[in-house]
């Protein structure tokens, strides 16, 4: 991580390197405070922007930050960036200066009560596949080659469980079981979570014929979906990443002739309003996603999109 970098006064935002105890309790609060690796990469990008924004006005200590200055960093950041990501940021920053004054680097928290802009969101932006549309894409892979069974078993994995890609790449072979006479998978969620359920019929043929073809059975502790090892369509020992997924199924979606612009994300909607559609409650949807709230579960309902196209075909001109 580069905020460990041995030349940490170079790769540490510039506003907090003057005093070393605010260097120091920077670096803490990236390394044992923050402990998801998504939050951390967004937070610290936060830190820098207001670094940067400090050092164009003049401010070169902590001492001299004020809320006045934290809410200018809010309208300035308000002219290039989304809102989400605005009080993403502020919420960082807020976060970050409790963590300074809990350390007694500062007297009190400039960012407490700044307000940031108001957002309400009750529809997601992810791109959503219809049923039709995801069978296509999954019947159009090819299946002949190692890397298309696994290609199949992971899209199907986020399609029928409502799996994260984050929790799909970390599965072990040993994540896969048999219980009850059926498959089942277990999913290490973000917070720590670890997230069973059972398999879907499709999604159980999927996953044993790619293990059965890779011959990864009995390597119970290594990872479920690998690598490819150049283009012989042999697989490696290590886990695909969350890009190398991207990639794929960027690649896949235009072979099955779909104009969408789809992503990792889109599987966790389509797969949640598929389920809703068919008359499953939102409250199991909620639990069979490992939501915290069923309002984050509704983002990912895109029921009304149909609605709203058919009412749309009535203007009649």
Same mark, same amino acid.
């Given at each position: 991580?580069?905020?460990?970098?041995?030349?940490?006064? +170079?790769? /540490?935002? =510039?506003?907090?390197?003057?005093?070393?105890?605010?260097?120091?309790?920077?670096?803490?609060?990236?390394?044992?405070?923050?402990?998801?690796?998504?939050?951390?990469?967004?937070?610290?990008?936060?830190?820098?922007?207001?670094?940067?924004?400090?050092?164009?006005?003049?401010?070169?200590?902590? #001492?001299?930050?004020?809320?006045?200055?934290?809410? $200018?960093?809010? @309208?300035?950041?308000?002219?290039?960036?989304?809102?989400?990501?605005?009080?993403?940021? *502020?919420? $960082?920053? &807020?976060?970050?200066?409790?963590?300074?004054?809990?350390?007694?680097?500062?007297? +009190?928290?400039?960012?407490?009560?700044?307000?940031?802009?108001?957002?309400?969101?009750?529809?997601?932006?992810?791109?959503?596949?219809?049923?039709?549309? $995801?069978?296509? *894409?999954?019947?159009?892979?090819?299946?002949?080659?190692?890397?298309?069974?696994?290609?199949?078993?992971?899209? $199907?994995?986020?399609?029928? +469980?409502?799996?994260?890609?984050?929790?799909?790449?970390?599965?072990?072979?040993?994540?896969?079981?048999?219980?009850?006479? &059926?498959?089942?998978?277990?999913?290490?969620?973000?917070?720590?979570? @670890?997230?069973?359920?059972?398999?879907?019929?499709?999604?159980?043929?999927?996953?044993?014929?790619?293990?059965? #073809?890779?011959?990864?059975?009995?390597?119970?502790?290594?990872?479920?979906?690998?690598?490819?090892?150049?283009?012989?369509?042999?697989?490696?020992?290590?886990?695909?990443?969350?890009?190398?997924?991207?990639?794929?199924? &960027?690649?896949?979606?235009?072979?099955?002739?779909?104009?969408?612009?789809?992503?990792?994300?889109?599987?966790?909607?389509?797969?949640?309003?598929?389920?809703?559609?068919?008359?499953?409650? /939102?409250?199991?949807?909620?639990?069979?996603?490992?939501?915290?709230?069923?309002?984050?579960?509704?983002?990912?309902?895109? &029921? =009304?999109?149909?609605?709203?196209?058919?009412?749309?075909?009535?203007?009649?001109?």
């Amino acid at each position: 991580m580069e905020i460990l970098a041995p030349a940490s006064r +170079t790769s /540490l935002p =510039s506003l907090f390197t003057v005093r070393p105890e605010a260097r120091k309790r920077l670096r803490d609060f990236f390394t044992s405070h923050i402990r998801n690796k998504n939050t951390r990469r967004a937070y610290l990008e936060a830190v820098r922007q207001f670094s940067a924004f400090c050092a164009q006005h003049g401010i070169e200590d902590l #001492a001299q930050v004020e809320p006045v200055h934290v809410a $200018a960093f809010v @309208e300035d950041q308000l002219r290039e960036c989304s809102k989400p990501t605005v009080k993403q940021r *502020l919420a $960082a920053l &807020r976060m970050l200066f409790d963590w300074m004054v809990v350390g007694q680097v500062l007297p +009190t928290n400039p960012a407490h009560a700044v307000r940031g802009p108001k957002h309400t969101q009750r529809k997601g932006k992810t791109p959503v596949l219809n049923v039709d549309e $995801a069978r296509t *894409l999954i019947d159009a892979i090819d299946t002949a080659s190692l890397p298309g069974l696994r290609d199949r078993a992971l899209i $199907a994995l986020m399609v029928y +469980t409502f799996a994260r890609v984050g929790a799909a790449v970390a599965m072990r072979v040993e994540d896969f079981f048999v219980q009850g006479r &059926r498959g089942w998978v277990r999913l290490h969620e973000k917070g720590g979570k @670890e997230h069973e359920m059972p398999t879907h019929h499709n999604l159980d043929k999927y996953l044993e014929e790619y293990i059965a #073809a890779a011959g990864i059975a009995q390597d119970r502790k290594g990872p479920l979906f690998r690598t490819s090892k150049g283009r012989g369509g042999e697989l490696a020992d290590r886990p695909l990443l969350q890009s190398d997924v991207w990639r794929m199924i &960027r690649r896949r979606a235009a072979q099955a002739g779909i104009e969408t612009e789809i992503g990792c994300h889109t599987f966790r909607a389509t797969g949640i309003t598929a389920y809703l559609k068919n008359g499953g409650k /939102l409250e199991i949807a909620q639990q069979m996603a490992a939501h915290e709230s069923a309002r984050t579960t509704g983002l990912y309902d895109r &029921r =009304s999109d149909e609605v709203s196209l058919d009412e749309v075909e009535r203007i009649g001109i």
